[in-house]
């Protein structure tokens, strides 16, 4: 009997219905035996009936509509595609390291700008230069970026 249990777990993975299955298999082989049946291998034979139940289990659940409703009851919540977000930041430490290799002069305005995430404004005051400035120096530096890349 332990084994047509596990055997019934193993295929639904639920405890509660595979011991119903198992209990179904017993039930459908003594009608069977009452009518007049032979069996000439009983361990064959129980393992077969409680595989037509599995199957006939299964056949039900897929018919078996299930609502968003009773799947969030469950503890299933939809995760979020992280693949975006590994792929950008891939991109973006590419990205960074890259900035090592163009002049020097635009690197600095080149990490402040797109690592720190800082404003012309905020590049200027720290810097102490025009924004103007700041700004033909980032413009110079995506240009440098740009020719890296494309070679």
Do not use: C
């Not at 047509?4 to 082989?29: I, N, R």
């Not at 102490?128 to 494309?150: D, E």
């Amino acid at each position: 009997m332990k084994e047509l249990k596990a055997s019934a777990f193993y295929k639904v993975h639920d405890t509660a219905l595979s011991e119903d299955l198992v209990q179904d298999t017993f039930m459908k082989t003594w009608t069977y035996l009452v009518k007049g049946g032979k069996i000439n291998m009983m361990r064959a034979f129980l393992y077969h009936v409680l595989n037509n139940l599995v199957i006939d289990e299964y056949r039900k659940q897929k018919n078996k509509m299930v609502s968003l409703d009773d799947i969030a009851e469950k503890g299933y919540e939809p995760g979020e595609d992280e693949s975006q977000r590994l792929y950008d930041f891939l991109d973006g430490e590419k990205a960074l390291s890259s900035i090592k290799r163009i002049p020097p002069k635009y690197q600095r305005v080149m990490r402040m700008r797109y690592a720190q995430g800082l404003s012309l404004k905020e590049m200027s005051i720290i810097s102490g230069q025009s924004k103007n400035t700041i700004s033909v120096q980032a413009y110079r530096g995506l240009v440098s970026l740009r020719q890296l890349h494309s070679v």
